[in-house]
């Protein structure tokens, strides 16, 4: 790698870097994986913490200014199970194939999943196994995240695209809340006596 292109990768790295600062790891994340989607790039399998340093073809260690600290990768479909929180079968069958076909390592990579994989990962993801492992993918497509690739495989739609990578993202709180955030009032009701 000649000295002139090590440079230009230095400097894109920081006005990536700069560009990303000013915005939360739920919205870098979002952006991230855009850029790669948009340029037609896989996202690693094993995403490594942003570098603090760049070693140029010379050996030199060149530090990369604001480039942030500690932020978290997914580096397996637990974790990524555990920072989604999915809360059903369908759901977690979403996560399932999000996972193989962004985050899985290179040789489990696929564009669609079958039975074999619900019962897989979602023992690897520690997450319960349903009832009736045959009819999860099935219920999942009639839930509007997958349709239908070839006899007994799904593909992840843009719904359930949406739903792993944007939906899932904010943490879920106990007790029902109202689509503005605000717990719900329950529906007791009082006795008005009307007067004369």
Known sequence: MSEQKADQELEAIQQIIKALEGLDDTARSRVISYVFQRLGLGMPAQTIATPTVFQSPGGTMLPLQGAPAGTSHITDIRSLKESK????????????????????????????????????????????????????????????????????????????????????????????????????????????????
């Open 85 to 196: 929180a999915p809360k059903s079968d369908g759901e977690m069958a979403a996560l399932v194939a999000y996972y193989l076909k962004h985050h899985a390592p290179p040789e489990e990579r696929k564009d669609s999943i079958q039975r074999e994989d619900i019962e897989k990962y979602f023992t690897q993801a520690n997450f319960p196994l349903p009832k009736r492992p045959e009819f999860t993918l099935p219920n999942a497509k009639n839930a509007g995240y997958f349709d239908v690739a070839e006899k007994g495989f799904y593909k992840l739609n843009p719904v359930g695209h949406n739903l792993i990578a944007h939906g899932l993202s904010e943490p879920r709180t106990s007790g029902s809340r109202s689509k503005n955030g605000a717990k719900k009032k329950s529906n007791s009701k009082k006795t008005v006596r009307k007067t004369k």
